[in-house]
């Protein structure tokens, strides 16, 4: 069975950091691109940082740029999204998405998803 999993949410202080993890299971990652995207209450989902197959090039949205990094471990077939700084408008399920083309944050072309992971900023 092909899929991504996402881990690493939770409850945090503003502020406070947290990882997200995106693994794959039944394929490689090698060749994909990687994006990360949220969808906070009674909004849209919206594409938040995404990088190459290689990791040699990255993308952020403007609101999470300077504070999330995106990382890839091929070995372990698995992408990472450090979030630091963070804010109560950070709130939102994070979901990490695959696709063969570019490293885009728009969703059109990410033909794996995962099943989300919850992230919570508030005191």
């Known amino acids: 069975q092909l899929q991504l999993v996402e881990s690493g949410g939770g409850l945090v202080q503003p502020g406070g950091s947290l990882r997200l993890s995106c693994a794959a299971s039944?394929?490689?990652?090698?060749?994909?691109?990687i994006g990360w995207f949220r969808q906070a209450p009674g909004k849209e989902r919206e594409g938040v940082s995404c990088?190459?197959?290689?990791?040699?090039?990255?993308k952020y949205s403007h609101s999470v740029k300077g504070r999330f990094t995106i990382s890839r471990d091929n070995a372990k077939n698995t992408v990472y999204l450090q979030m630091n700084s963070l804010k109560p408008e950070d709130t939102a399920v994070y979901y990490c998405?695959?696709?063969?083309?570019?490293?885009?944050?728009?969703?059109?072309?990410?033909?794996?998803w995962g099943q989300g992971t919850q992230v919570t900023v508030s005191s």
């Open positions: 998405a695959a696709q063969t083309l570019v490293c885009d944050l728009t969703e059109d072309d990410y033909d794996y």
């Open positions: 039944g394929f490689t990652l090698d060749y994909r691109a």
């Open positions: 990088i190459t197959s290689s990791g040699g090039s990255t």
